[in-house]
């Protein structure tokens, strides 16, 4: 859901905001030159009540100034948010240069074990070893040429940025700020797309914490990037979302077969994620900005349902903070709620509110349904999403006949989890893109 604010080095912030080392995976980016939605003509943004279908790519931007061997687009596609129509989203989709030839690469297979859950705590195994990531990392550097069926698309999911149009991870300044992480699967030979969530930076709002449309996003993004022929994306797919877009990831995981058969998801990663959407409100109220995240939570209810009247259920300082939501990104909301008591802001604790209960409930429920295996990411010391929340949610995946793939990191937290299993997460990945993917580890009775 966030990230504790590192130096900027060079540029200038917004509002506030700051520039950290690792921009692509904690959400809260620096967003400026946002004169318009990234992707849209001069001439204004495209109708988001035009005819369309999920997935249509509508305007593509590409982006100069992209690192070497890697091509950029800003995007704006279509997307399905609570109705039958349609809505735009903007994003970005990465992609080696490459010629395109026939021959896929070969991915070395990797040892397995499987963890059975013991008492009240699920324990992790990983038995991929520093050689063998090596030696997976080498087959996949000479992988940037296009092979039969197109290149593998890893969809990423940021964290919390915020619901005002500014934060839109596709307009970060510099440009690709939001995708730095991601350029070693690029130069891996993958295509990366970026989703931007429905209504950040694109018409309408952004259901903020609402599982069912970020998922949506996130698997309509790999259709359009389809589209754009240089990209050479294919159909296969792995999922990989943080925080908040873990809760992004495993909507979509759950999606997928229905909403999206033309896609072959391999596989669903999620680091530190927002899975319990209840329990994760109820730990984080007490904390000093816990009330920064109760109102993007009941922003992003009262966006999914129009009957709900949000000031009703604010003080005149809760009133103020939704201003500030509503206009400035996550930073500026969390400090200005910093130290401000639930009983300040709100008429009464939301979390007791039958309309916003049964709505976050039906977020945890949305995200917790069968899939494609699954890797989950956890920092022991993670105290955003906690790790007994994290390890709840993976006995209900299991419990849905899912193959869970748990791996803890007793030092992490909320931050450094994004370090702590990256080497994880690349193994994973190439495993599941695999030409036979190849068994991964199930922690599942």
């Given at each position: 859901m966030r990230f504790p604010r590192l130096p900027v080095s060079g540029g200038s912030p917004r509002r506030g905001m700051r520039l950290p080392l690792i921009v692509l995976l904690l959400g809260l980016v620096p967003l400026t030159a946002c004169g318009r939605p990234a992707g849209a003509s001069p001439d204004g943004p495209p109708s988001p009540s035009g005819p369309g279908r999920p997935g249509d790519l509508v305007e593509q931007t590409e982006v100069r100034g992209a690192p070497p061997g890697i091509r950029a687009w800003r995007i704006v596609y279509r997307s399905r948010t609570f109705s039958s129509s349609t809505a735009l989203v903007s994003g970005l989709v990465l992609a080696p240069t490459a010629p395109a030839i026939s021959t896929a690469p070969t991915v070395p297979t990797v040892?397995?074990?499987?963890?059975?859950?013991?008492?009240?705590?699920?324990?992790?195994?990983?038995?991929?070893?520093?050689?063998?990531?090596?030696?997976?990392?080498?087959?996949?550097?000479?992988?940037?040429?296009?092979?039969?069926?197109?290149?593998?698309?890893?969809?990423?999911?940021?964290?919390?940025?915020?619901?005002?149009?500014?934060?839109?991870?596709?307009?970060?300044?510099?440009?690709?700020?939001?995708?730095?992480?991601?350029?070693?699967?690029?130069?891996?030979?993958?295509?990366?797309?970026?989703?931007?969530?429905?209504?950040?930076?694109?018409?309408?709002?952004?259901?903020?914490?609402?599982?069912?449309?970020?998922?949506?996003?996130?698997?309509?993004?790999?259709?359009?990037?389809?589209?754009?022929?240089?990209s050479g994306a294919g159909r296969d797919v792995v999922l990989w979302g943080y925080s908040q877009g873990g809760q992004a990831v495993l909507s979509a995981g759950a999606q997928a077969t229905a909403y999206a058969p033309d896609l072959q998801v391999r596989g669903v990663i999620a680091t530190a994620p927002l899975a319990d959407l209840p329990a994760s409100l109820t730990a984080l109220e007490h904390h000093s900005d816990g009330v920064a995240y109760l109102l993007l939570a009941m922003i992003g209810a009262a966006d999914a349902d129009h009957r709900i009247n949000l000031n009703s259920y604010l003080t005149p300082k809760g009133r103020r903070l939704l201003a500030i939501a509503r206009t400035r990104c996550a930073p500026d909301l969390l400090a200005a709620s910093n130290g401000v008591p639930v009983g300040a802001a709100f008429r009464q604790n939301p979390l007791r509110l039958t309309p916003f209960a049964t709505a976050f409930a039906r977020q945890r429920d949305e995200v917790t349904r069968r899939m494609a295996p699954t890797l989950i990411l956890q920092g022991d010391r993670d105290t955003v999403i906690r790790r007994q929340d994290t390890d709840r949610v993976v006995r209900r995946l299991c419990a849905t006949g899912t193959t869970v793939d748990y791996r803890r990191y007793p030092q992490a937290n909320h931050g450094t989890v994004l370090g702590a299993s990256m080497t994880d997460l690349t193994s994973w990945t190439a495993r599941r893109f695999a030409p036979h993917p190849l068994a991964v580890t199930d922690i599942c009775p």
């Open positions: 040892p397995t074990a499987k963890t059975v859950p013991t008492g009240s705590t699920v324990t992790a195994a990983s038995t991929v070893t520093t050689a063998t990531v090596t030696t997976v990392t080498t087959a996949l550097s000479t992988a940037t040429a296009v092979p039969t069926g197109g290149r593998r698309v890893v969809s990423f999911a940021h964290g919390t940025t915020g619901v005002a149009d500014s934060c839109a991870p596709s307009v970060a300044e510099p440009p690709l700020a939001a995708a730095a992480w991601t350029f070693s699967l690029v130069r891996a030979g993958y295509v990366v797309t970026l989703t931007d969530y429905a209504g950040l930076g694109t018409p309408g709002e952004h259901a903020i914490y609402v599982a069912g449309p970020e998922g949506r996003a996130a698997l309509d993004i790999v259709r359009a990037a389809r589209a754009i022929r240089a």
